[in-house]
């Protein structure tokens, strides 16, 4: 049989035409990429709430994300090693199979953590039992068929495949806080995701199989003009460019680079992602933008190689990393208007949510899209397409490690950003100025000079800005899973008030209580939690039971102000999810020392605690948890509010701080209550003055009507904001776009 026959042979045996299997891996590879991005914010709000709402949750989950997507990369690398196409689809298509077993992929209650086991190892134990299989495998699915398409179509690239999947991300990613998540609840996402993955399975099976049976085009096209006279006619010159030499050696140079850029990219993409969550709240919506529009520039730069300049690119990332360092340097830049005699409130200004998210991210994008462009100037022939991906997976892979381990390691605070912004501005000025000097500037020495001093002063500004940020006076400083918790004092050497004297306890820029250290003030409680806030109303006047204390349940301790209302005999419980945040309060705060009432802490999660609590119901619950933008929305939810009154005595009440910046939380817990049949009450604090002074607003719920309509309370109470069209927030669903100010 000669070689033409054969080739005959096994084309009529394909069960795809060859025009047909490309536009069926396209399908696949953009199926593959939603799914593979759908599941990354959808298991993150799963899990969200077992691990208190921390911002880390979403970077462990991203750590866990990049590393098993270099062990899919690999998977498509050694696959695509093999001679034998029978054995790739046997193997993949049981591998295949295998997962379907395991759906769906939402996790049990079973695995809840219990608080003691370390949350970063336990969260990767918990992914990689419920999505470790389905992600492994998705991941895989991009350069693995971009082999296949290679080795079907020797003559095309398949580069352009690359944008496409990105394009599926991107869309995946945009579609969840916008359609996804604001319509299913967290079990019908769970559902209809495997439903998807099921239909993904099928595809990829019947890829697996018809790769097996086409011969690859570069044999038939000696044989079969007619074939090959049709696919070289869908080819346009645009989209398929020359190929590069098959031959062509890879340098060392290269390879390091092909790891090291997307390493970068994606410790910006991180560092930034952090920043947006510790500033607004940790919820998909956060976690979605920066990673889309760090998709957006895989599209742009790997779509068409004509779409990337390097001079624009890095010129405007120089733009970007400016804006962003005047930004940090606003008190200095304010006092440089005001001697200019301009008014301006920058200070203000740039403390905007709208402004902070918009610098940020056109930063990150900028960055990204330099890093990106410069690694598809060095991307290889398909030859080496697997082996690319791969060294571009790991170099994302080091970016997370990097963000997720090293630095919460070796800080004591979030430099990681302040160090890429440094290392953004170094980048972006070495390419802009190696492009300059070999175009436009080549022959001009003074225009080369005027370059250089601005490029002098541009740095000393980005490291003054930097060094600035990552300086600090605190008294003490510490970094974990959940955050950077820190201690300040003021007012130290203040001659005009003396009296403010005190320490203050932040989480990150929000503070959390404030005692004050001048002789016989320590135990006045201050900030959200002074004596005619809501919740000092309450703990004031609540009346005490006969033959026993009052029994007051706490979530979130702060500094422990709260215990400046306990009397002997009373039993407060504390829960927090921080250890840190007990082992601060009691030694650099004297609130709980100085406390004659009977005080507990539960350590975890304050949902879990009350559920596996077994002690008497409380007199009075404070929810404290929502004072910082980073809320763990999984205590505002119908389930939790069921929780919360059996937790409480039939005339209990439910304190429920409400106070920020960027969400309007009230409607929300308005709503709850309603559900519940609770009546309600609102309690606004203004006219603070001062750092131990802070506005606020409480909302207390009970079903005991005769304590609203003490005194105390009447006097100072109000209706609460409603809202007709607010929706139920429960476990399986819940929206931040709704109440954003």
Not at 582 to 592: H, Q, V
Request: aromatic share 12%; hydrophobic share 45%; proline share 5%.
């Amino acid at each position: 049989m000669t070689q033409r026959t054969s080739t005959a042979a096994i084309l009529s045996r394909a069960p795809l035409h060859p025009e047909r299997f490309a536009y069926a891996c396209a399908a696949t590879i953009f199926l593959g990429a939603v799914l593979l991005f759908q599941v990354q914010p959808m298991i993150g709000k799963m899990v969200l709430p077992w691990f208190g709402g921390s911002p880390s949750v979403w970077t462990t989950c991203m750590l866990f994300f990049q590393v098993l997507l270099v062990g899919g990369y690999a998977y498509a690398d050694l696959l695509g090693r093999w001679r034998s196409r029978r054995a790739v689809a046997i193997v993949h298509a049981i591998l295949l199979l295998s997962t379907v077993c395991l759906l769906p992929i939402t996790p049990d209650s079973v695995w809840k953590p219990d608080g003691q086991a370390n949350p970063t190892w336990y969260l990767l134990l918990l992914l990689g039992v419920h999505v470790g299989l389905p992600y492994f495998l998705l991941a895989s699915t991009g350069p693995l068929l971009q082999n296949w398409f290679a080795r079907v179509y020797p003559q095309r690239s398949p580069y352009r495949l690359y944008a496409l999947s990105n394009a599926g991300s991107m869309g995946a990613l945009l579609s969840y806080p916008f359609l996804v998540e604001p319509t299913l609840n967290t079990v019908w996402q769970g559902w209809m995701w495997s439903g998807a993955f099921v239909l993904f399975a099928i595809m990829c099976i019947g890829l697996a199989f018809s790769f097996q049976r086409q011969s690859n085009l570069e044999q038939s096209t000696t044989s079969n003009s007619k074939s090959k006279k049709k696919l070289t006619s869908s080819q346009s010159t645009e989209q398929d460019k020359p190929v590069p030499d098959e031959g062509a050696s890879i340098s060392w140079a290269h390879r390091v680079l092909w790891i090291v850029l997307p390493a970068f990219a994606c410790v910006m993409l991180l560092a930034v992602t952090n920043y947006l969550c510790q500033d607004v709240a940790v919820s998909p919506l956060m976690w979605v933008v920066p990673l889309s529009l760090y998709l957006l520039t895989f599209i742009i730069c790997f779509d068409r190689e004509s779409w990337y300049s390097r001079r624009i690119y890095s010129l405007v990332a120089l733009v970007a990393v400016m804006m962003v360092c005047n930004f940090m340097l606003a008190s200095h830049m304010e006092i440089l208007y005001r001697d200019l005699g301009i008014n301006f409130d920058y200070s203000n200004f740039v403390r905007r949510l709208d402004v902070q998210a918009f610098a940020f991210l056109f930063l990150l994008f900028t960055v990204c899209l330099l890093c990106h462009g410069e690694l598809v100037r060095l991307k290889p022939a398909p030859r080496y397409l697997t082996t690319f991906y791969l060294s571009v997976s790991v170099g994302g892979a080091l970016g997370g490690i990097l963000v997720g381990v090293v630095c919460p390691a070796i800080f004591s605070g979030y430099h990681e950003l302040h160090l890429a912004i440094i290392a953004a501005a170094l980048f972006s000025g070495y390419v802009f100025g190696q492009e300059a000097f070999r175009t436009w500037l080549r022959e001009k020495r003074l225009y080369k000079a005027l370059c250089g001093v601005a490029a002098l002063v541009g740095l000393y500004v980005v490291l003054w800005s930097q060094a600035e940020r990552m300086a600090t006076s605190a008294v003490a400083i510490e970094r974990n899973f959940y955050g950077v918790l820190w201690v300040q004092d003021h007012f130290q050497d203040s001659t005009e008030e003396p009296s403010w004297y005190g320490r203050a306890l932040y989480h990150g820029r929000i503070l959390h209580g404030y005692q004050y250290l001048t002789p016989g003030r320590e135990r006045v409680p201050t900030t959200y939690y002074m004596e005619n806030s809501g919740v000092g109303l309450t703990l004031r006047n609540f009346p005490r039971p006969e033959g026993r204390g009052l029994r007051v349940g706490l979530v979130g301790l702060g500094a422990g102000t709260l215990a400046c209302y306990g009397e002997a005999g009373d039993h407060y419980t504390f829960y927090e999810i921080n250890p840190q945040v007990i082992d601060f309060a009691k030694a650099y705060f004297t609130f709980l020392s100085d406390c004659p009432a009977e005080l507990d802490f539960r350590l975890g999660d304050a949902r879990l605690s009350l559920e596996r609590s077994e002690s008497p119901p409380d007199d009075v619950l404070v929810l404290d948890a929502f004072s910082g933008d980073a809320i763990p929305t999984h205590l505002l939810t119908r389930e939790a509010f069921e929780l919360y009154e059996q937790r409480l005595t039939p005339d209990g009440v439910l304190c429920v701080h409400v106070s920020n910046r960027h969400l309007r939380l009230e409607p929300v817990v308005a709503r709850l209550a309603d559900e519940a049949g609770w009546s309600i009450v609102t309690i606004a604090k203004r006219g603070a003055v001062g750092l131990a002074e802070t506005e606020s607003d409480w909302m207390l719920l009970t079903r005991n009507e005769d304590f609203l309509q003490l005194p105390a309370i009447a006097d100072v109470q109000r209706p609460p904001e409603r809202d007709p069209t607010m929706p139920l927030w429960t476990d399986g669903y819940h929206n931040l776009l709704r109440i954003l100010r």
